[in-house]
């Protein structure tokens, strides 16, 4: 028959792994105050800055525990909230999710020299609003529905027929829009805090472009725009057990 663990029991043992493991990634060996250390690392680690306020209060409880033990019971015995909660947060501290957790999907891509009517057609079939502008091996920029309405704008004096104009028509206006390069492997709470800071900044990150190295060097493996981040929510506010 399995052991019933106590709140307390579980409490204890996931800020014990939490310590453990921000212990080692900061100095193995080097023993500095839980408060301290949650100081030092957040500012390399946006899980532990998300949840910096939370875990230390949770330090106090287990303080609490620790501290004011009894023969057969303990005085601060958690609520079954808390222990999910700290739970939850160990397994994004220990395992954080990142980008390949997304849904990989095809990136569709344009050079300089694709005829602007193919581009806006493809946005229409497939339902897309920005893509990557490549040239040769290299992201040179992002051509999205609003740079192309920014182009239609400067041309309203005279109004194209667009059959004949390429993207080097437009680019110059493409050249406005923000956008992000990474890789696979970066953290979701990384792209997240990259789409807060550009707010934050009084910009907007139209997106961001995965590649292997995470500079702008072909492949594009994926992309990842406003859109996405209810997903990327959910990922990161996922319950534990789910």
């Not at 990142?98 to 569709?108: G, N, Q």
């Not at 805090?193 to 493996?221: M, N």
Request: hydrophobic fraction near 40%; include cysteine; charged fraction near 25%.
């Amino acid at each position: 028959m399995s052991k019933v663990y106590s709140n307390s029991e579980l409490f204890l043992d996931a800020f014990n792994q939490i310590e453990q493991h921000l212990s080692n990634r900061f100095r193995p060996g080097f023993h500095v105050g839980f408060a301290e250390l949650v100081r030092r690392m957040q500012a390399q680690d946006v899980v532990v800055k998300r949840f910096a306020v939370d875990l230390r209060e949770y330090a106090e409880l287990r303080n609490a525990i620790v501290h004011n033990r009894r023969a057969n019971f303990v005085i601060a015995e958690p609520h079954d909230e808390v222990v999910k909660e700290i739970l939850r947060i160990r397994d994004l501290i220990l395992n954080p999710p990142t980008i390949k957790a997304l849904p990989r999907r095809e990136v569709y891509t344009v050079t300089r020299k694709t005829l602007l009517v193919d581009a806006l057609t493809t946005f229409g079939k497939e339902g897309f609003t920005r893509c990557p502008v490549v040239e040769e091996n290299r992201v040179t920029g992002l051509l999205t529905a609003r740079s192309i309405a920014r182009w239609l704008a400067s041309m309203a004096a005279n109004f194209p027929n667009l059959n004949g104009y390429t993207i080097e028509s437009v680019f110059p206006w493409t050249q406005k829009e923000k956008f992000a390069v990474v890789r696979g492997d970066m953290q979701l709470h990384g792209v997240y805090e990259l789409f807060k800071g550009q707010l934050h900044s009084g910009g907007s990150l139209q997106a961001v472009l995965i590649t292997p190295s995470g500079k702008p060097i072909l492949p594009v493996h994926g992309i990842i725009t406003a859109s996405d981040l209810p997903g990327i929510f959910d990922l990161l506010d996922k319950d534990q057990g789910e």
